[in-house]
């Protein structure tokens, strides 16, 4: 469970990076921030220098598959498709690795806080890298879900705009009135936000899901809801920004049930 913390850590750590870095070489900065992270954090916790090798392919394949530019989405189901495999096999050779030992386990139990005392340093490691990871490559993530979902990204639709029907020649005998010009049919524009928000929101119903409160977690679900029924309720574009939300939202949510999940699993 050890290197699914890790994993899950350098991706997230590559793909903020990634993503404040918009120009061509972006991408080789990010794979190199995610495999320092990766070798640093592996040498801390006792795992086999081998394993670094490992991650450089996985990070920059999971960089590669995702790239908003190329305007590919099925490139993007694979990786994520790879992730879960590698999260699943991880899970399950996880006893075979032994116990994490080194210097930042050591550092852990030093900490002067006797609530981590009933932490174990796994839980620890896969809440931080989860939490990490629920920034930016959950955002990855559901974009790709939503792009899927549509044949073109908002980001990239073009406004178009129906014909003019112009009128006849006017004769002195007759009156021709030319027909009134439809306008562009409704369009349906992405909110930047939602890169901000959506993050900050799987961020705080995690941490409701660690810490048993459910109840809270149903008020802010439904609490959304509510806040998204008037724009919801007036759309204007054949009900696609109700799929648009639930198809963001549940996806969103699935990935905090996985991390939640892997916490739990080791606590």
């Known amino acids: 469970m050890i290197l699914v913390a890790l994993l899950l850590g350098s991706l997230g750590i590559a793909d903020l990076v990634r993503r404040r870095l918009p120009f061509s070489l972006a991408i080789w900065i990010a794979t190199a921030a995610g495999v320092l992270v990766f070798l640093f954090a592996a040498d801390g916790v006792g795992l086999d220098w081998w394993w670094t090798p490992v991650a450089a392919v996985a990070i920059s394949g999971w960089l590669a598959a995702t790239r908003e530019d190329t305007g590919a989405h099925r490139a993007g189901y694979w990786a994520v498709g790879a992730l879960a495999v590698a999260i699943v096999a991880a899970v399950v050779a996880g006893p075979s690795l032994g116990e994490p030992s080194g210097a930042l386990v050591d550092w852990y139990s030093a900490l002067p806080y006797p609530g981590l005392i009933a932490i174990p340093f796994t839980a620890a490691a896969l809440t931080a890298g989860g939490l990490v990871f629920l920034f930016e490559s959950s955002n990855v993530i559901v974009r790709l879900a939503l792009r899927g979902e549509r044949s073109s990204s908002p980001d990239a639709a073009v406004p178009v705009t129906a014909p003019v029907t112009l009128a006849p020649p006017r004769r002195w005998w007759r009156r021709t009135v030319a027909a009134p010009a439809q306008g562009p049919p409704p369009q349906f524009t992405e909110l930047k936000g939602g890169r901000f928000i959506g993050p900050l929101e799987r961020v705080f119903l995690l941490a409701l899901v660690l810490t048993g409160q459910f109840t809270a977690l149903a008020a802010v679900i439904a609490a959304k809801g509510i806040v998204r029924f008037p724009e919801i309720s007036k759309d204007d574009t054949g009900g ?19 991390v939640a999940t892997l916490v739990t699993l080791v606590a």
């Not at 639930?246 to 969103?252: D, I, Q, W, Y």
């Open 240 to 258: 696609s920004k109700a799929e648009y939300f639930l198809v963001g939202s549940f996806a969103s949510w699935a990935l905090i049930v996985v």
